[in-house]
């Protein structure tokens, strides 16, 4: 049990399909991340959030929707995808800032997306 | 700006022998780094993090790492490997000037045979 829950863990959809990504943290941590692994390429940070409010986006298409309606729940919604978003996207959360005070991430399982 | 390399995409060792997992950093101000650690079907978790403290940090599962600015490295060692140990292991910087951002390495996926 990692304290940072993501369902669902395998997920296909094609490419007119509308799905969520779910994240749910039980640590009491005040932030939250998406980040996209794909074979063969570092870790992708996507969005970042901080008490709610998102403090990050680091260029990603609008076809993906970050919702963060509380400090513990965090939604990845999907719309229009292409076949190149197919990867493991994994959600993060921490107590503090890891950038400024190292404080460590803590990751969910994933979920594993294919697109069709 | 800050990067980070790992220095093989693949360590093969055999039960019983060192591992080592090479990690060079490039950063602009004092770095802090960190491994992870990704076992099949799992997120990450933290092996060990050095933040200018003692240069040698020891981690879980008895991996340590050694933090050398004069080579720019903070390579991964274990005296003996586990089969438990095969997994993928990502090194990282951050720091304190660069926001929030975490850079990670492409990972080392290490094999253990018996």
């Known amino acids: 049990e990692t304290g940072v829950t993501q369902t669902p863990r395998h997920l296909v959809m094609g490419m007119t399909n509308k799905k969520s990504l779910k994240c749910e943290q039980h640590?009491?941590?005040?932030?939250m991340y998406w980040y996209k692994q794909s074979a063969k390429k570092p870790l992708e940070l996507m969005f970042v959030y901080n008490f709610k409010e998102q403090t990050e986006n680091n260029s990603v298409p609008s076809r993906f929707s970050p919702e963060c309606p509380n400090s513990s729940h965090l939604f990845l919604h999907l719309h229009t995808l292409q076949p190149e978003d197919s990867a493991l996207y994994l959600c993060a959360s921490s107590q503090g800032t890891p950038g400024i005070d190292n404080s460590p991430l803590h990751f969910g399982n994933g979920t594993r997306l294919t697109v069709t | 700006a800050q990067s980070v390399t790992q220095l093989d995409s693949h360590v093969s060792v055999s039960e019983g022998t060192p591992v080592l997992l090479r990690c060079n950093y490039s950063s602009s101000y004092s770095p802090s780094l960190f491994w992870y650690v990704q076992h099949p079907n799992k997120g990450l978790q933290l092996l060990l993090k050095y933040t200018s403290a003692a240069t040698l940090v020891k981690g879980i599962n008895g991996f340590e790492a050694e933090f050398k600015k004069s080579e720019t490295s903070f390579h991964l060692t274990k005296p003996s490997a586990h089969m438990s140990d095969a997994a993928e292991y990502f090194c990282v910087v951050s720091a304190y000037q660069a926001g929030t951002a975490l850079i990670f390495g492409k990972g080392t996926t290490l094999s253990v045979s018996s």
């Open positions: 640590l009491g941590h005040n932030a």
